[in-house]
C-alpha cells in the first residue's frame, strides 16, 4: 500500500466517527531549549497520525459536514525563501496540495480569518483544550462568537468536545502497516542492547554505553531515541527514571538498560534488560533476576484476547510475590501480600503500558468501571522489576531486609503484540535467559 493511502484511510475512519463534528487538529511548534536554540522538532503524534505531515505550526481540520472534496483542510506555513535557507525546506500550501492528499489548502496566516466559515454547519467543535495555546485561543474566540449568534439562527457548533476518545481509540488498535514499523522499531532498539551487552565491562562509564546504543539508533536509520535513555549501574537502577548515565561501571555490579528507538514516522520501541557488569550474577543478583524474568514470562503469557492489562499486573505481582516470599523478602500468603500491597517498597510501578507512536501511548485503559479488554492489533510492554533499596520502608512486620540485597535494581521489559493466539514478543531479538546475560 503506498504511503499516502494509509493516512487516507485514517483519516475516513476519523471522519466517519466524528458524525456531524468538525475537528481541528494542530502540528507541534518548535520549543525552546535555551536561549534561541530549540529542541529537535517532534510532531503531535495525534497530528501525524492523519496526516503524514512533519512540519511545526500546521492546523489540519476534518469536516464531515462538508462536501466531499471539502472535508480535508491544511493550514501551512507558506513558502519563504528567507526562512528556508536559515531553517529548511517547506511544502507550502501548493506542495501539501500535491503530495499529502489534502482538499483545500491555505496559509497559516489566513487561520484565524477563514475558520469561522468552515465550522459553520458543524454540530460540534472537536479541539483538545490545554495543549495548543495559540490555536486554542482562536478557537475559543470562535466558538465564544457562535454561542453569542445562536439565538438569532443559523446553523452554528454548540458543543466543544475533545477529539482524544475518538482518536486514541483508532491510535490504540495498530493496523498492519504500524505493526510492521513497531516490529523494525523493536528489532533495531533489540540489537543494540545485544551490542551494548557485548561492549559492557568494568570501569567504563554509563555513557560510553548510552553512545553505543545511540550510535547504533542512528546508524540503522533511525530517528534517535524514543525516550531518555537510562543506562543505570548498582544502585543507578533503583531510581525508575535514572538518566545522568555518568557513573562507573563497577565490577560485581548489575547494569540496567532501558532504551529504544524512535523511527522516522515516529514508531518508538520500549525495551529494558538487566545484566551482570563483569558477565557473572553473584548468588542474589540471580535469585532476584531469576524471579523478575519468570514474572515477566507469565505475564507474557497472560497477554491473550479478552484479558486485559490489570490481569497482566496481577499475574506479574504474583509471580514476583510468590518468588519474594521463597527468598525471604516477604512473608505471610501471596493474596493477603498481592491485596495488601505489601510488596510495593520492592515492585512500586505497574507492569506496562500501551505502546505506538508515543512511548506511554493513548487509549484508555479503563472505560469507566471495566478494564479495556486486549484486543488483536493492541501493542504493550510488559515490564516487572525488583528494586532493592532503603527508599521506602519495609511495611510492618515485613522481613527486614539484609545488606547483601541491597542496591539490586531489575527491569525486564518487553514490547508485545496481541494476535489471536499467544502474544508475539516485537522485542525478541534482545536475549534474556539467565546463561545469556552471562559471559
Ligand atoms: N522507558 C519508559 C518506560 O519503560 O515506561
Ligand atoms: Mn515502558
Ligand atoms: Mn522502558
Not at 475516513?12 to 466517527?17: D, I, V
Amino acid at each position: 500500500m503506498k504511503n499516502s493511502q494509509i493516512y487516507c484511510e485514517r483519516r475516513e475512519r476519523f471522519l466517519a466517527k466524528l458524525g456531524g463534528g468538525a475537528a481541528i487538529i494542530p502540528a507541534s511548534i518548535f520549543v525552546t531549549h535555551h536561549a534561541d536554540c530549540e529542541y529537535p522538532f517532534r510532531q503531535n503524534s495525534d497530528f501525524w497520525y492523519l496526516t503524514g505531515f512533519d512540519e511545526p505550526d500546521a492546523v489540519a481540520l476534518f469536516l464531515p459536514h462538508r462536501q466531499k472534496g471539502e472535508r480535508y483542510i491544511l493550514f501551512v506555513r507558506p513558502k519563504e525563501a528567507v526562512a528556508e535557507i536559515w531553517n529548511g525546506f517547506r511544502w507550502g500550501v501548493q506542495g501539501v496540495l500535491d503530495h499529502f492528499g489534502v482538499d483545500v489548502a491555505h496559509p497559516l496566516d489566513e487561520f484565524s480569518e477563514r475558520i469561522s466559515e468552515y465550522l459553520i454547519g458543524a454540530e460540534s467543535i472537536f479541539f483538545r483544550i490545554g495543549k495548543h495555546p495559540k490555536v486554542e485561543k482562536l478557537v475559543l474566540q470562535i466558538f465564544s462568537q457562535f454561542l453569542d449568534r445562536s439565538s438569532r439562527g443559523g446553523k452554528f457548533p454548540m458543543q466543544l468536545n475533545s477529539p482524544c476518545s475518538i482518536l486514541h481509540e483508532l491510535r490504540l488498535r495498530k493496523d498492519s502497516w504500524e505493526i510492521l514499523r513497531m516490529k523494525e522499531a523493536a528489532r533495531i532498539s533489540s540489537l543494540a542492547h545485544e551490542l551494548a551487552r557485548e561492549k559492557t565491562c568494568p570501569g567504563m562509564n554509563e555513557r560510553e554505553i548510552q553512545a553505543t546504543i545511540e550510535k547504533f539508533f542512528l546508524d540503522q536509520g533511525a530517528r534517535g531515541s524514543a525516550y531518555g535513555s537510562i543506562v543505570a549501574g548498582g544502585q543507578n537502577a533503583c531510581t525508575l527514571h535514572y538518566t545522568s548515565n555518568n557513573s562507573l561501571l563497577e565490577d560485581g555490579d548489575l547494569l540496567l538498560i532501558d532504551a529504544g528507538c524512535s523511527l522516522d514516522d515516529y514508531y518508538n520501541a520500549d525495551i529494558t534488560r538487566t545484566f551482570p557488569i563483569n558477565g557473572k550474577f553473584n548468588g542474589e543478583q540471580r535469585a532476584l533476576y531469576e524471579i523478575v524474568l519468570a514474572a515477566q514470562n507469565a505475564a507474557i503469557a497472560s497477554v491473550l484476547p479478552g484479558r486485559n492489562t490489570e490481569q497482566v499486573h496481577l499475574c506479574a505481582v504474583k509471580t514476583l510475590v510468590e518468588g519474594l516470599i521463597e527468598i525471604g523478602l516477604l512473608k505471610g500468603s501471596v493474596d493477603y501480600l498481592v491485596e495488601k500491597g505489601l510488596y510495593r517498597h520492592l515492585y512500586m510501578h505497574r507492569t506496562g503500558h500501551w505502546l505506538g507512536l508515543d512511548v506511554h501511548d493513548v487509549g484508555a485503559y479503563r472505560l469507566g468501571e471495566y478494564p479495556v479488554p486486549l484486543e488483536p492489533g493492541m501493542v504493550l510492554t510488559v515490564e516487572p522489576g525488583l528494586y532493592v533499596n532503603d527508599f521506602l520502608p519495609v511495611p510492618e512486620g515485613q522481613p527486614e531486609i539484609d545488606e547483601r540485597w541491597k542496591g539490586i535494581g531489575i527491569r525486564i521489559e518487553d514490547d508485545v503484540l496481541v494476535t489471536n493466539e499467544t502474544a508475539n514478543v516485537l522485542s525478541c531479538n534482545a536475549l534474556k535467559s539467565v546463561d545469556d546475560m552471562e559471559k
